[in-house]
């Protein structure tokens, strides 16, 4: 039996497991939901449409910024599990807050005054929600599994995350915003059943006084986290990341309706295929290191990233050359392209190399610092790469203000990657300086 077949099966892991898909899922589900009706219901201007995107995920990001470092001293000081059950009671909550937007976004009543409003409210709850859980998803794991499992139990957690970011993207193209706000409470009702499950995790440490000061809290946790090279060195490359992955999460609505003359059905395609991308990725990297903990891929990873993105801007090129420019496609028409197979490919591409990138590199947060810190490790990792996710929300939007056309941003994304190759290798150079002594 492989250590994933014995971890999916354990009450140690699994209800971990489910609890987070679901809210992964819900996550995904509802803010999805939003974005593509605004889009393609209430704008109809490509500016418009990138910043109210921009606008929905710097609202979704803040809440990191803000209050990881609460969270992650939450975590290291309180039992885990607990916190688990109260966070997913609080869900319930916000959706029932995000559905009345969704439902009265569906009825047009209020649509600007109150529908909006009450959804991009729900949506930062939901950032609230998931800066509290994210500390602790990884940092249970170490607590739960052996040294021998947490590489495979990181690649499970950011697997089926992105797997639940799949489910909940496709939902949200395929139902309606009326079908769409009873869904987001139900799922909320039994993530929070599930997480009743999850076993006890006591804190391992000393139990010390909460910082309730963000700015002093949030500074001394990034400053005392990143004191060891190698934590500091995978912050930093996952931060720039996720930089990358919010410009391709933004652009991904207006690019499909306005470049590509597509429907949102498409744009949710766009956006569970780089989900399913980053997910082969994370499994592929665990094979690959068998269950090493290595940044040894890293560099050459995400210039793969970097090469399928020129070559995903180079195919949208030529779509916008030649493609066709009448009425909205639906899936099937899309598929019919003669440039549709070589656009998912390159953007397939993306995700996986992204996967490979990224997963080892959470491994490393939770690993190589104490069992009785990983919580405030991976707050701290929280609070830097929320700040470059706003960077990323910001950039898009000025280059948007800019006149820099969709397609077009893709190529500075991919310059990007060059720097992530450099932090990931001088991680791999720390990694081997210190092994070797």
């Known amino acids: 039996m492989t250590t994933t077949t014995q971890l999916i099966r354990a009450r140690r892991f699994l209800p971990l497991f489910i609890t987070q898909l679901l809210g992964a899922f819900n996550d995904n589900l509802f803010k999805n939901a939003m974005v593509l009706f605004v889009v393609y219901n209430v704008y109809h201007s490509e500016a418009q449409e990138a910043r109210f995107s921009a606008l929905a995920s710097a609202i979704f990001i803040i809440p990191f910024f803000l209050l990881s470092a609460l969270a992650g001293q939450l975590a290291d000081m309180r039992d885990k599990a607990k916190i688990i059950r ?176 597509a429907s949102k059905e498409v744009a949710s395609l766009f956006l569970v295929i780089f989900s399913v991308g980053v997910a082969i990725g994370s499994m592929a990297i665990n094979a690959l290191l068998k269950g090493k903990v290595s940044a040894r891929y890293a560099p050459v990873s995400v210039i793969g990233m970097g090469a399928f993105l020129i070559a995903f801007e180079a195919v949208c090129g030529a779509w916008a050359a030649g493609g066709p420019s009448k009425g909205l496609m639906n899936v099937a028409d899309f598929a019919a392209q003669p440039l549709a197979l070589p656009l998912v490919g390159t953007l397939l591409g993306i995700a996986v190399c992204g996967g490979m990138f990224v997963v080892p590199l959470y491994a490393f947060l939770t690993t190589f610092v104490d069992k009785s810190q990983t919580a405030r490790t991976i707050a701290a990792n929280n609070i830097v790469n929320s700040g470059a996710m706003v960077a990323g929300s910001l950039m898009t939007g000025a280059m948007t203000l800019l006149g820099v056309a969709t397609a077009k941003q893709m190529l500075v994304v991919a310059a990007s990657c060059l720097v992530a190759a450099w932090l990931g290798h001088l991680l791999y150079r720390a990694e081997s300086v210190t092994d070797a002594a």
């Not at 059943?193 to 999850?198: L, P, S």
């Not at 949030?218 to 990341?241: E, G, K, N, Y």
């Open 86 to 261: 109260w966070v997913k009671f609080c869900e319930i909550l916000i959706m029932l807050v995000g559905g009345a937007g969704l439902a009265l976004a569906w009825q047009g009543v209020a649509l600007t005054t109150l529908a909006m409003p009450l959804m991009l409210l729900a949506l930062f709850a939901m950032g609230v929600h998931s800066t509290f859980f994210g500390p602790i998803k990884y940092a249970i794991l170490p607590q739960h599994l052996g040294k021998d499992e947490v590489l495979a139990g990181t690649g499970l957690v950011e697997a089926g995350t992105y797997l639940a970011v799949l489910a909940g993207t496709i939902v949200a193209g395929w139902i309606s915003v009326d079908k769409a706000a009873v869904a987001v409470v139900v799922l909320a009702l039994i993530g929070f059943a599930a997480g009743r499950q999850v076993p006890s995790a006591p804190p391992l440490g000393v139990c010390e006084p909460l910082d309730f000061h963000i700015v002093r809290a949030s500074a001394r946790l990034v400053r005392t986290t990143m004191a060891d090279r190698r934590v500091f060195l995978a912050i930093c490359a996952i931060s720039f990341f996720w930089a990358i992955g919010t410009v391709l999460f933004i652009q991904f609505p207006p690019l499909a309706k306005n470049l590509l003359n």
